[in-house]
C-alpha cells in the first residue's frame, strides 16, 4: 500500500510543471548520450562488421537503419496514444503535452522508413514504390502524424489544440493493426515480417547485433527528443507564470 | 577506411538520410530553446524595466 502511495504521490508531482520541466531537462542529455554510444556501436557493426546477404548483397545493410525506424514509428504512435487517452480521461496537462511532443518525432522516423524503403526497393524490386498495404498503411501514418502537428498548431488555445488532436490520434489508432498486419491479410510485395521478438527469425542470427543496437538507439533518441520538446512546450504555454521566470534566471546565471 | 558495398549509392544516400533528419530533429528544440529564452528574458526585462539584464 505504502509503495503504490509512494507512486502515486510522485505520479501526481510530474504533473507539476516546474517538475516536469525539471525532470525533462536533467533526463534529456543522458538519453543522447545513450543514443550516441548505442548508434556508434550499431552503425560500426552495420557498415563494417556484418557480411553481405548472399541474395541481397549489401543493399540490405539499409535494413539497419529502415527497420528500427518503422519500429519506432509504430511505437511513437503507441505511446502517443496511450499518452492522449491519459491526457484525455484525466486532464493531465504534461501528459497532453507530453503526447503531443510525440508526434513531430514520430513522423521524423515514418519519413526515414518510406525514404530508406523506396532506396531499397529501386535496386530490389525494380521500383522506388508500389501502391501495397503495407507502404500505404505507412504513408497514412505520415499523414496522420502530420495532420496532429498542424491540429494542435492550428488553435491559438494550445489547450484546446492538444485535445482535438488527443481525439485524432485516438482515432489514427485503427491504423496501426493495419500496417502490422497487412502483409498477413492482403498480397503484398513487401515482404513478411523476418524477425520475431517470441519465435524464431528466419534472419541471420549475425546480423541480429546491429539491428538490436540501432533500435535501442533509435528509442534513446525519441524519448531524448520528446522530452526536449515537452519541456519547451511547458515554458511556452506558461510564459507568463511565476516559475518560469526562475528557470530564466537559472539559464541567465 | 570507408567500405567499398555494391549498391553503394543506395546505401549510403539511405544512411545520409537518417544521419539528416536526426540531426534536424536534434537541432530544431536546440534552436527553439535559444529564441525562447531569449524572448521570454526579453519579456522579463520589459516588465520589470531592467533591460541590462539581458544577454
Redesign the interface.
Known amino acids: 500500500m505504502s509503495a503504490f502511495h509512494t507512486l502515486k504521490v510522485g505520479f501526481h508531482r510530474l504533473g507539476s510543471p516546474p517538475n516536469f520541466y525539471r525532470l525533462c531537462t536533467r533526463l534529456a542529455p543522458w538519453f543522447w548520450i545513450g543514443f550516441v554510444v548505442t548508434a556508434t556501436v550499431g552503425l560500426y557493426q552495420a557498415l563494417y562488421v556484418v557480411p553481405p546477404d548472399y541474395q541481397q548483397s549489401d543493399s540490405y545493410r539499409i535494413l539497419f537503419i529502415h527497420v528500427p525506424s518503422a519500429w519506432q514509428a509504430l511505437a511513437g504512435y503507441a505511446i502517443m496514444a496511450v499518452l492522449a487517452a491519459i491526457a484525455l480521461i484525466w486532464r493531465i496537462r504534461t501528459t497532453e503535452i507530453l503526447a503531443m511532443a510525440c508526434a513531430p518525432v514520430g513522423a521524423a522516423f515514418t519519413l526515414i522508413c518510406l525514404a530508406t524503403g523506396a532506396i531499397w526497393g529501386k535496386p530490389m524490386w525494380g521500383t522506388w514504390w508500389v501502391w501495397d498495404a503495407r507502404l500505404t498503411s505507412m504513408l497514412i501514418l505520415l499523414f496522420i502524424y502530420l495532420g496532429i502537428m498542424g491540429l494542435y498548431s492550428a488553435f491559438e488555445d494550445r489547450r484546446k489544440g492538444a485535445r482535438v488532436a488527443c481525439i485524432l490520434v485516438l482515432v489514427g489508432v485503427v491504423n496501426i493493426p493495419i500496417i502490422q498486419f497487412s502483409v498477413e491479410w492482403w498480397t503484398t510485395l513487401h515482404q513478411g515480417s523476418t524477425i520475431n521478438l517470441l519465435g524464431e527469425s528466419t534472419m541471420d542470427p549475425s546480423m541480429l547485433p546491429p539491428l538490436i543496437w540501432m533500435t535501442i538507439a533509435v528509442k534513446l533518441m525519441f524519448t531524448a527528443v520528446m522530452l526536449q520538446r515537452a519541456s519547451l512546450d511547458l515554458i511556452d504555454q506558461d510564459r507568463r507564470k511565476r516559475w518560469v521566470d526562475g528557470v530564466i534566471g537559472e539559464q541567465s546565471s | 577506411m570507408i567500405?567499398e558495398?555494391?549498391?553503394?549509392a543506395?546505401?549510403w544516400?539511405?544512411?545520409a538520410?537518417?544521419a539528416v533528419?536526426?540531426a534536424?530533429?536534434?537541432s530544431?528544440?536546440f534552436l527553439?530553446?535559444r529564441r525562447?529564452?531569449a524572448?521570454?528574458?526579453e519579456?522579463?526585462a520589459l516588465r520589470s524595466g531592467h533591460y541590462g539584464?539581458q544577454?
Open positions: 567500405p558495398f555494391e549498391y553503394a543506395y546505401v544516400s539511405s544512411y538520410i537518417f533528419v536526426i534536424w530533429q536534434a530544431v528544440p527553439r530553446r525562447l529564452m524572448e521570454l528574458r519579456e522579463r539584464d544577454r
